[in-house]
């Protein structure tokens, strides 16, 4: 489940390593993430900062923990 936010937690990376907001959306079971900035992705992260409120929570409503994933 993803809930509404004013801004984004979630950030993309292309190749070059620089971080830019993302927007978010769930699609079925799918989180989708885009960035107008970042055409190649290469890297995500969620909650990369300091005493954040969560967005993204499991079916039973518990948060998902902060992550940073390079991308195939």
């Given at each position: 489940?993803?809930?509404e936010s004013p801004s984004s937690l979630f950030?993309?990376?292309g190749p070059?390593?620089?971080?830019?907001?993302?927007k978010s959306r769930i699609n079925a079971n799918?989180?989708?993430l885009s960035s107008v900035q970042?055409?190649?992705p290469a890297?995500?992260?969620y909650a990369w900062k300091?005493?954040?409120e969560g967005v993204l929570f499991n079916e039973q409503g518990l948060p998902?923990?902060?992550?940073?994933?390079?991308?195939?």
């Open positions: 489940l993803l809930k950030e993309l990376a070059e390593g620089t971080f830019h907001t993302a799918t989180l989708i970042v055409s190649e890297a995500v992260r300091d005493a954040v998902a923990p902060s992550f940073h994933k390079e991308l195939d």
